[in-house]
């Protein structure tokens, strides 16, 4: 990677992060309010303890603070590919189980759905800022789970969305890391890469 | 240690139940009422009852037996509390008991994150209080702390679950600054820091909530502010004292601080001029029918006395001014 950054990509990376920060802000507060529908349309206990589902990406962390920039970048990336997936598939049985029934949920869920995209898109770009490649997004994809109960499934969305929910203040806070400047050579701390 | 309202019973040693022996407490003696042989009994015992017993042989005044007794309660449910001000960082944990035992106490606290142990730091002061590191931030899983207190009583115990983004709750906004604006009759300029125990508002940035009202109306005005340290007013009444606190909240989670220390500020209000001698006169006959809202001071341009409230009145020259009153109250 380059020693410093030109202005303009150091201009375009704040760009990047500052919607990039306003997405994530937009996505956590839809999120909320799909949680709320979800749990009371799917007959759910709000308080329930899902256990950490297979396939979910977990935005629980350590050290936060010590990551790099491009360990930010690649894991956000990770993670929303894979809710990208997981919200469709709940989109699907979701059409399956209640068809026109439920409309509503469906529409919240395929906005979530956008905005997710969209983010992951975002962060595709900012990977692209610092010249790395971004990593491919595997073409099969690991074998789909088994078919699970309804009640199961169920379950799934909730802890899907819970997490989801977390990620998007992660996300936040990790693109407010990724903005600020540092003071010694002008780039983004944490964006070289570590020997 | 005996519980309040218990029944006490104390021997004098290995003295027999006949002996003659003298009781006293904190050095006085004991009415012999209360003995039953050479037994000790105190019904009922309440917290004055406390001190130092004694028990003398009869005639050679030797020391037979001696103990302190203390009179308590054991303890009701703790009151425990959690709170992250300094958010990443980590939450400390308070606690106190409804009521004392006066007797003394001891307090165990433990914290559980899903499966994981961890350890609450005791802080030297206060001493009800413990603190503790986040190990792992952006975490679904609860926490979920027991705070057991002990005394030679019995013992009682409470517990807390929440989760990390919950107890967040910043302290309130420090150095709450609010100056009136020169010129501006209206405007007052309020500025404050963010608290000092944040550790990182560029990555953890907070917004505000401004209240503020003149002190004589009990409606408060309220403002928020998604960024920034400093607001001005624009809809002050004229020359009327403002009271104004600043709260703080994560951009994104936990809840508001409590309302930060008061501060008190005036708007801007334009200095006496120099009057006219023939401005002075008719001014002394209209000053008198001047509303209340007129200050004590007899200025010829005074905003607060034209036309109620906040109204900006633009000074004319003394004489016109001072004519539109004459034909006004006269």
């Not at chain 2, 009151?79 to 106190?96: A, D, I």
């Not at chain 2, 802080?123 to 207190?149: E, G, M, W």
Request: net charge negative; glycine share 6%; proline share 7%.
């Amino acid at each position: 990677m380059a020693a410093a950054d030109s202005p303009s990509t150091a201009l375009r990376r704040r760009d990047l992060c500052s919607r990039g920060i306003r997405l994530a802000g937009k996505m956590r507060a839809d999120v909320v309010d799909l949680l709320d529908t979800y749990v009371e349309q799917q007959g759910l206990d709000a308080s329930a303890s899902v256990a950490a589902v297979e396939g979910v990406p977990v935005a629980a962390v350590e050290r936060w603070d010590e990551q790099t920039g491009t360990q930010r970048l690649l894991e956000n990336l990770a993670a929303y590919r894979a809710f990208r997936a997981l919200l469709a598939q709940m989109l699907e049985e979701q059409r399956e189980q209640l068809g026109e029934a439920d409309a509503g949920l469906g529409r919240a869920l395929a906005a979530v759905l956008l905005q997710v995209s969209a983010f992951a898109y975002h962060l595709e770009e900012l990977l692209r800022l610092e010249s790395r490649g971004i990593p491919g997004e595997e073409e099969d994809g690991p074998p789909p789970p088994p078919r699970l109960s309804l009640f199961e499934q169920k379950l799934r969305g909730l802890g899907v969305l819970r997490e989801l929910a977390q990620w998007a203040v992660r996300s936040a806070r990790d693109l407010r890391q990724l903005a600020k400047p540092s003071p010694a050579t002008g780039t983004a701390p944490g964006l070289a890469e570590s020997p | 240690y005996e519980r309040v309202g218990a029944d006490v019973t104390m021997k004098c040693g290995s003295m027999d139940w006949d002996a003659a022996v003298t009781w006293t407490v904190n050095g006085t003696d004991i009415d012999e009422s209360h003995l039953n042989g050479s037994y000790l009994i105190l019904k009922n015992v309440g917290l004055s009852q406390s001190g130092q017993y004694a028990c003398y042989e009869g005639s050679s005044w030797h020391l037979k037996y001696q103990t302190f007794l203390r009179v308590g309660t054991p303890p009701k449910e703790p009151v425990l509390m959690c709170r992250s001000n300094n958010y990443p960082k980590g939450f400390y944990c308070s606690w106190h008991l409804p009521t004392p035992t006066y007797i003394p106490n001891t307090f165990n606290i433990s914290v559980v994150h899903g499966t994981k142990d961890m350890v609450c730091e005791k802080d030297a002061t206060p001493k009800n209080r413990c603190h503790i590191r986040y190990i792992q931030l952006f975490s679904t899983v609860k926490y979920k702390v027991t705070l057991t207190v002990t005394n030679p009583l019995g013992k009682n115990f409470t517990t807390l679950t929440f989760d990390e983004f919950a107890i967040v709750k910043p302290d309130p906004p420090e150095s709450v600054v609010a100056k009136p604006v020169p010129n501006n009759p209206r405007r007052l300029e309020v500025s404050w820091q963010n608290p000092s125990s944040w550790p990182e508002p560029e990555s953890f940035p907070l917004k505000f909530f401004l209240r503020y009202r003149p002190l004589i109306l009990d409606q408060w005005q309220h403002v928020e502010l998604s960024d920034g340290t400093s607001h001005t007013i624009t809809d002050a009444y004229a020359g009327k004292e403002y009271i104004i606190q600043v709260a703080a909240k994560d951009n994104d989670i936990g809840t508001w601080s409590d309302w930060s220390v008061a501060v008190h500020a005036t708007p801007w209000t334009e200095e006496p001029k120099h009057l006219t001698t023939e401005a002075q006169i008719t001014e002394t006959t209209s000053a008198s029918t001047s509303s209340f809202m007129a200050p004590p001071t007899t200025k010829i341009c005074d905003k607060g006395a034209v036309v109620g409230s906040g109204a900006v009145a633009v000074c004319w020259t003394a004489g016109l001014v001072v004519a539109a009153y004459s034909v006004l109250f006269i």
